[in-house]
């Protein structure tokens, strides 16, 4: 008689069992960003996507698309995702049935991401780029994006010197948070009213905070 109290998959490792997982969802709601998972596994496997499409990730870029459709309606022509890493929120912006958005591209300076992030959002097609560039080497001028995301505001030393780097009237969606205790983040802040004050928006239509198990997450959208 089988043990039921073993499982079949007891002998499989992570990967395995992750690939089984991603693509049985995938069969099961036929959604393009699920599918793209199921690829990056198949095709990536060292990379942390476990790690960038965690539930805590996921509810803090929901928070995002959510807070960016009430406060600044759904059409971009141009939308730039700084610290694009694996091109998860892209894909999220990509899928979303609220937004109409002609082109993302997930912009980040490690070259190793954006293999996975091409993987991830291959059926957007022409629409989605993956670029290895530094934020403080774009042209925000001739980009032209109306609309910048950077999601990882803690990272950046000067966020006042980056913010003018952008042409004056740029929509903008940032993110920070509290999390002091973790050593990358090196310019964390303490409450959302500080947020605003370092960023010193022009104009503010969203300004919130998200809190979770071990941090506060800030968010602004407006202009510079």
């Known amino acids: 008689m089988m043990d039921v109290t073993q499982p079949r998959n007891a002998g499989m490792d992570w990967h395995e069992q992750a690939l089984d997982l991603t693509r049985g969802i995938a069969a099961y709601l036929n959604h393009p960003l699920v599918a793209g998972l199921a690829r990056v596994v198949t095709k990536h496997p060292k990379a942390d996507i476990a790690n960038a499409f965690n539930h805590k990730q996921v509810a803090c870029k929901m928070w995002a698309l959510d807070r960016l459709f009430?406060?600044?309606?759904?059409?971009?022509?141009?939308?730039?995702?700084?610290?694009?890493?694996?091109?998860?929120?892209?894909?999220m912006l990509l899928n979303d049935a609220r937004f109409d958005i002609a082109a993302v591209d997930s912009i980040d300076i490690d070259p190793e991401v954006a293999p996975v992030a091409r993987t991830l959002n291959r059926e957007a097609g022409d629409r989605f780029r993956a670029l290895t560039a530094d934020m403080y080497a774009l042209d925000y001028a001739d980009g032209r994006s109306d609309l910048i995301v950077n999601t990882s505001c803690e990272h950046i030393a000067d966020l006042r010197a980056w913010l003018?780097?952008?042409?004056?009237?740029?929509?903008?969606?940032?993110?920070?948070?509290?999390?002091?205790?973790?050593?990358?983040?090196?310019?964390?802040?303490?409450?959302?009213?500080?947020f605003e004050?370092?960023?010193?928006?022009?104009?503010?239509?969203?300004?919130?905070?998200?809190?979770?198990?071990?941090y506060t997450r800030f968010m602004l959208i407006g202009t510079v």
């Not at 009430?70 to 892209?90: A, D, I, N, Q």
């Not at 010193?200 to 071990?214: I, S």
Request: aromatic fraction near 10%; hydrophobic fraction near 45%.
């Open 197 to 214: 004050a370092m960023a010193a928006l022009r104009e503010v239509r969203f300004a919130g905070e998200l809190p979770t198990k071990n």
């Open 70 to 91: 009430e406060s600044c309606g759904g059409r971009f022509e141009s939308v730039w995702v700084l610290g694009g890493w694996y091109g998860v929120l892209p894909a």
């Open 164 to 194: 003018a780097l952008l042409p004056r009237g740029t929509n903008v969606l940032l993110q920070s948070n509290d999390y002091f205790s973790e050593p990358t983040h090196i310019n964390c802040v303490a409450s959302l009213a500080a």
